[in-house]
């Protein structure tokens, strides 16, 4: 008797049916989120590197992208609610299903709460917010005793999110290359080329 938690993906043979695969808004949300993370992260692995001339330029520009990254998970979980996602295919695995649950909430967790723990150590350095054409100036004073922890929990959330992204990657790889269910074409921009099942 097989165990339906670790049962391997069907034969992909017939063709992907639209209702499979993510509408355009959702999957246009998830990578622009995706490639404003890896510039965000990167910014902010940066930072002690950064020149001091220049230091208040980037680390206002790693607190607006972060804002915006907040902006825009906030507007996906409002479209996913009002859009419901496709369903995973039948032939996928309880346990498997349980993981992409798990893994998926603890992301949007994530990409919410950490970019507001930011927010608050970028205010309470005493720091505006420079847009440019105007800045968003909180009048509130520096202060280490805020802004000490909440740095050091920002830092933690967003490496913690970063381990969850590489483990969501790897899974999607892990379902393309070795399954072979085309689970990954849910969510790419474009249609994915056909991979022969495994055997």
Do not use: C
């Not at 069907?10 to 509408?23: H, I, M, T, V």
């Not at 909430?105 to 005493?126: A, N």
């Not at 969501?168 to 074409?185: E, I, S, T």
């Amino acid at each position: 008797m097989s165990d339906p938690a670790m049962s391997f993906p069907a034969s992909p043979a017939q063709a992907e049916p639209a209702a499979l695969r993510y509408d355009r808004t959702a999957i246009a949300f998830h990578w622009t989120v995706a490639v404003l993370i890896v510039v965000v992260g990167t910014l902010g692995l940066l930072h002690d590197s950064w020149p001091r001339r220049t230091q208040a330029f980037w680390i206002n520009l790693h607190a607006l992208i972060g804002l915006t990254v907040w902006g825009l998970i906030v507007l996906r979980l409002w479209w996913r609610l009002t859009h419901p996602p496709p369903a995973l295919p039948p032939e996928t695995g309880v346990l498997p299903r349980r993981l992409s649950h798990a893994v998926h909430l603890l992301l949007y967790l994530l990409v919410l709460v950490t970019p507001l723990v930011g927010i608050v150590t970028f205010i309470w350095h005493g720091r505006a917010f420079d847009f440019g054409l105007f800045r968003v100036d909180f009048g509130v004073r520096k202060n280490p005793a805020i802004f000490h922890p909440t740095e050091d929990l920002h830092g933690y959330l967003a490496y913690t999110l970063f381990a969850l992204i590489g483990i969501h990657v790897l899974a999607a790889l892990w379902h393309q290359f070795v399954w072979r269910d085309r689970l990954l074409r849910r969510m790419w921009p474009t249609t994915a080329p056909d991979v022969r099942s495994r055997p």
